[in-house]
């Protein structure tokens, strides 16, 4: 999905974190005069190396550490006037290892917080399974307990219990990086599509550059010593870097990575090398190309070939080569696009609809111009917002 | 005569069944020290072991008073509680309750100690209130331990409830004793056949209420 689609739905800010320091009484400053206005409804994303404060920033927020200095508005209103109880219920915590509570079912500890405001046992439970399903826990799982779970499945529990008394905060501390990358990449889609429907503000705490530019909406780069280096959109994170220190921190290819926020709707496409698994002769050697979508009968693709090992008539799939991994324009970002066409033996990336048929071809050539021309425009929206 | 043989000699005999001195009256009298002496200590033991062990402070301190505890001589204190107090039910119920109050007290501070804190943590972050955390977070989890303190405790008290006799108080101490004294060795030992039985029984109860108190989720099985 082309990140650029997903923003705020509301420019307000929820959560004003003004000219705050952390100083721990043995003389560390974990936090060190920060600042950020966290927008409502969508997700802020805290990154740094290891020790630079993002689980103290975090904490300082439900009041688990209290600031040294500064002051934390929500709402408008100083965190530390309201009741710690209040606050906290209005607030999903999520940790690392999930932490739930081992001696209960997994739908009591999903229900544990609608129990703690007074909900009726049968109430809560209710939620609690309507929860599960929510973030695609199977039903057959309520009863189990923790240890009977996996850790995916435990973090997905841990989300759950977050979310039951619906809050409308949601902090997360490294949830999912403590499962392998096939289970986190689920987990972040999984949070992605919760958060569409749900338009939580969430405060996601990681150390993992790539998972904070997929799911932030505004990325907040830290370093060592409690300070900020850089807050901006993931996209603007990797066209201009504020210093060495974030560019550094980026990592490579910036580039191709950025290549994620710009839709690929716009390319253009061609029909012209696109052929019938039952093309006639004529229809092989019409097109001006050096290679040859075949298609079967219901428009999905099969491979490429050139056309001068095509037989009308005899076409056999199994010897065409590789179309790679296809691309839906509107979905999927450049990025996808670019990648299909390089993986592609002719050079081309295949377009198809949302149901797998081919709706053209684009070629390397093509998507080099709309690169340059997303790249120029991004150029130009800087320098209206500078 | 080998011991089996007093020991058949000493349950066989009617007269042991029936009366202050029978097998059934002792019995009682020596699981209500038990009972008494093991409520007391666990009233004392349980509320410091797991208030401190939550907070996780006084470890040092509960460990002095733990090992000072179990340095007393039972039968000592006995003596000077005696000589101080005069007979009586107090006198008894002291050295049993200092007897029994570290080993409750070590393991249910271990116990808490040794609680997984991410739950812990997850429970403060969801807005729960410091008792509730205690009771229903990290009782359930550490109840395994607690109830093995709770059990050693109770089966040194059951052994050690002999010495009751001694000052002429009842209990299976009775027929030892009294036995050692009238040099009837069909009774000594048919008491510590008591005593000894009263303490498996005490394991299995144990067992049992660990079986049902303790969570299927935090027993893995
Ligand atoms: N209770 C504490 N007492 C003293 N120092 C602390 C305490 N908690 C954290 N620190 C220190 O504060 C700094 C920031 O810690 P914090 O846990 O916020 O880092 P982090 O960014 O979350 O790191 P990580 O990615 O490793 O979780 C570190 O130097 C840490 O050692
Ligand atoms: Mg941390």
């Not at chain 1, 740094?48 to 929500?74: A, F, H, Q, W, Y």
């Not at chain 1, 501390?173 to 889609?189: C, I, M, T």
């Not at chain 1, 991994?325 to 996808?336: I, Y």
């Not at chain 2, 020596?30 to 093991?38: I, K, M």
């Amino acid at each position: 999905m082309a990140k650029s689609l997903r923003q705020p739905e509301g420019p307000g800010v929820l959560i004003r974190i003004d000219s705050v320091t952390k100083r721990y009484p043995d003389g560390t400053v974990a936090v060190d005069r920060l600042s950020l206005e966290i927008p409502d409804r969508s997700i802020t994303v805290l990154v740094g190396p290891s020790g630079c404060g993002k689980t103290t920033t975090l904490r300082m927020i439900n009041r688990m550490v209290d600031p040294s200095e500064g002051t934390i508005l929500l709402d408008g209103e100083d965190i530390q006037r309201q009741p710690v109880t209040t606050l906290r219920r209005s607030m999903g915590y999520v940790i690392q290892n999930a932490g739930l509570f081992q001696h209960r079912t997994i739908v009591d500890n999903i229900a544990t917080v609608p129990r703690m405001l007074g909900w009726g046992k049968q109430k809560a439970r209710a939620r609690a399974a309507e929860l599960m399903e929510r973030v695609g826990l199977d039903a057959a799982l309520a009863k189990r307990y923790p240890y009977q779970l996996s850790g995916g499945q435990q973090q997905r529990v841990g989300v759950a219990r977050a979310l039951a008394a619906d809050p409308p905060v949601l902090l997360m501390d490294e949830p999912f990086s403590a499962v392998d990358p096939v289970v986190r990449k689920g987990l972040q889609d999984e949070l992605l599509r919760i958060q569409d429907e749900l338009g939580k503000t969430i405060i996601f705490v990681t150390h993992d550059i790539d998972e904070a530019i997929k799911l932030g909406t505004m990325v907040a780069v830290m370093r060592t010593g409690g300070h900020l280096a850089q807050y901006a959109p993931p996209a603007e994170l990797l066209s201009s870097p504020a210093d060495a220190f974030v560019e550094d921190f980026l990592g490579g290819d910036r580039g191709i990575r950025r290549l994620s926020f710009f839709p690929s709707a716009r390319l253009e496409l061609t029909s012209d090398p696109v052929i019938p698994l039952d093309a006639t002769a004529e229809q092989i050697a019409a097109p001006d190309a050096p290679y040859l979508l075949v298609t079967d009968p219901n428009g999905r693709p099969l491979g490429w070939s050139e056309p001068r090992d095509l037989v009308a008539g005899d076409i056999r799939p199994e010897r065409l080569l590789s179309y790679g991994r296809p691309f839906v324009p509107g979905t999927d970002s450049l990025r996808a696009a670019l990648d299909c066409a390089v993986l592609s033996p002719a050079g081309w990336a295949v377009a198809v609809d949302t149901g797998g048929r081919v709706t053209g071809v684009v070629s390397q050539q093509t998507i080099g111009e709309a690169i340059r021309s997303a790249h120029a425009a991004g150029r130009d929206d800087e320098k209206v917002a500078g | 005569m080998n011991v089996l043989n007093f020991v058949n000699a000493f349950f066989s005999d009617s007269a042991h069944w029936h009366g202050y001195d029978g097998i059934p009256t002792r019995l009682g009298e020596h699981v209500r020290y038990t009972l008494e002496a093991l409520a007391l200590a666990a009233a004392i033991g349980l509320p410091v072991g797991l208030v401190t062990g939550h907070y996780g402070r006084g470890g040092n301190a509960l460990s002095l008073v733990a090992t000072a505890g179990r340095a007393l001589p039972s039968f000592g204190l006995l003596v000077l509680m005696t000589t101080l107090l005069g007979f009586g039910m107090l006198p008894v119920m002291i050295p049993l309750v200092v007897l029994a109050v570290p080993p409750i007290l070590v393991t249910t501070y271990e116990a808490m100690r040794s609680v997984d804190p991410s739950p812990v943590d997850a429970a403060r972050g969801m807005g729960m209130q410091e008792s509730r955390i205690l009771l229903q977070v990290e009782l359930p989890v550490a109840l395994p331990l607690i109830l093995s303190g709770l059990r050693s405790a109770a089966i040194q008290i059951v052994s050690t409830a002999t010495i009751a006799a001694y000052v002429s108080l009842g209990g299976l101490g009775r027929y030892i004793v009294d036995g050692l004294y009238q040099r009837n060795y069909e009774k000594v030992v048919g008491g510590a056949t008591l005593v000894a039985v009263l303490a498996l029984v005490t394991l299995a109860l144990f067992w049992a209420v660990a079986r049902v108190a303790v969570s299927p989720g935090v027993r893995r099985r």
